[in-house]
């Protein structure tokens, strides 16, 4: 049988959102990607740091930017449902990328329903299990997982949009959806993909290698793709199409956008600046500078744009009240550092910043009780970890520690733990050990060992 991988082909077409138009699609059709997906063979995955619920009654919703593994997450909870004992015959997987279900609507989507029924010989009431890839390019698809949902069926979805997380969303399905974050691969996950053993004897005897894996894995990112290629100019030519990918189709298409130039800069300058404390004003008055006009009105909907299909995050200030949080400048990172090597924005220092947020995102994802801020009260810390509103560890990072930058990187962190009651910890590319500065001690460790612990010892 064909691996299911090779069914989500349509994955890598384009749904143009402009001139989309919903049509009917033969039944003919239809059975032809349902008997596909059900013969199909589920691909080998590479376990990842998420752990989705299986008895969930709620739908499961896997939203992410795209080419980060969606799909793969939802086949390794296909093949946990398998080894569970739900039959294989059960588990219906359809991919609304496929160009083949380009413009489906609400009124053909129970029809899938029914092909599925007349190709698996089930009775009505033996519901299948349904995976739903990139489920937002289907017209009206709320109200049918919602109804579906309340007859009883357990729903999977994946979506490369924030919508799948937005206000709009969260009140079409009524409180019946939770979702899980997914990100390129963390530096845990990468290793596990290249098949490096990452055990405490192996940390050790392997030092060297492991630097290098680090430095590797901060240049060309996660993305799993990217990842397992090794030829340099082939990673980069991925990240070069996944950009693409993001800019035209799900920003340009998405929101019809046509001053794509400006776009394009304005995307460009922003992923430059992670690291960075960064605003709409900030990038309004560099588009001014090189010539571009452009109101601040479009700049806030096309940074909105970048956020909402997961290119680029934003940190806030640590402040007890949120309307001063949300008030103060805030902090840019992007979802993958590949892309800063893409723009050629490669500073390791940042990049090691970058990589800890993303690690701090994961956490906070993992660990609902826990958000991630920056410190800018008089000291400037680069996260500040706090569990239901209470700093819990100040952490700054620096490549390297030394006796020039020893008291810039050390006083801060001594200064917030003391007046908070927070941990200081400092992470840095390959040192390990304990700074004392003041009199107090402060915890150093390597972001290999930081990344490669379980979210609860860190």
């Known amino acids: ?9 349509g994955k890598q077409k384009s ?30 995955v ?9 008895n ?28 569970q004992g739900v039959p294989r015959s059960r588990l219906l997987y359809v991919n609304f990328e496929d160009e083949r279900l380009r413009g489906i609507g609400t009124d053909q989507l129970q029809e899938v329903i029914d092909v599925y029924h007349e190709l698996s010989g089930s009775k009505q009431d033996e519901r299948p299990y349904l995976f739903l890839d990139e489920v937002q390019n289907a017209e009206g698809w709320e109200m049918w997982v919602r109804r579906l949902h309340d007859e009883g069926f357990r729903i999977f979805v994946t979506g490369s949009s924030s919508k799948l ?42 030092w060297g290698e492991v630097m290098g894996l680090v430095s590797a ?18 990673k980069l030519r991925l990240l070069s199409s996944y950009y693409d990918s993001i800019v035209f189709r799900d920003i340009v298409e998405r929101y019809s956008v046509r001053d794509t130039n400006t776009l394009a800069t304005l995307l460009r300058y922003a992923a430059s600046s992670y690291g960075n404390q960064f605003s709409s004003s900030k990038a ?111 952490i700054q990072v620096t490549y390297e520690l030394s006796e020039s930058n020893r008291k810039r990187e050390l006083e801060p962190v001594v200064e917030v733990a003391g007046q ?20 107090k001690r402060v915890k150093v460790i390597s972001f290999a060992r930081w990344a490669l612990r379980p979210f609860s010892e860190r």
């Open 1 to 9: 049988m064909a691996a299911l991988k090779n069914v989500s082909y």
């Open 15 to 44: 749904l143009n959102y402009v001139s989309y138009r919903k049509h009917m699609i033969d039944r003919e059709t239809l059975k032809r990607v349902v008997a596909e997906s059900l013969s199909a063979s589920l691909p080998d």
């Open 46 to 54: 590479i376990p990842r740091d998420v752990k989705v619920d299986l």
């Open 56 to 83: 969930s009654p709620s739908i499961v919703a896997l939203a992410g930017v795209r080419r980060a593994g969606k799909t793969y997450e939802m086949f390794s909870i296909m093949k946990a449902l398998v080894q």
């Open 165 to 206: 997380l937005s206000r709009e969303i969260a009140t079409a399905l009524a409180g019946r959806q939770i979702t899980y974050l997914i990100f390129p691969f963390s530096f845990k996950e990468f290793l596990s993909a290249i098949r490096f053993n990452a055990d405490p004897v192996s940390l050790y005897s392997r």
């Open 217 to 234: 894995y901060l240049t060309y990112g996660g993305f799993p793709e990217v990842v397992l290629t090794r030829e340099e100019p082939t």
């Open 284 to 394: 309004y008055n560099y588009l001014k500078s090189n010539g571009i006009r452009v109101s601040k009105k479009t700049v806030d909907a096309y940074l909105d744009h970048a956020k909402s299909v997961f290119f680029l995050f934003e940190l806030f200030k640590y402040s007890k009240g949120f309307k001063r949080s949300n008030q103060a400048r805030r902090k840019a990172y992007l979802v993958d550092s590949g892309f800063a090597s893409l723009f050629g924005a490669q500073d390791w220092g940042r990049l090691l910043e970058n990589a800890v947020f993303l690690e701090l995102q994961r956490m906070v994802a993992n660990d609902p009780t826990l958000s991630v801020n920056y410190w800018s009260d008089g000291e400037e810390v680069d996260f500040a970890l706090s569990r239901r509103g209470q700093l819990v560890q100040a």
């Open 420 to 439: 908070t009651g927070a941990e200081p910890l400092l992470i840095t590319y390959d040192r390990d050990g304990e700074e004392i500065y003041e009199g």
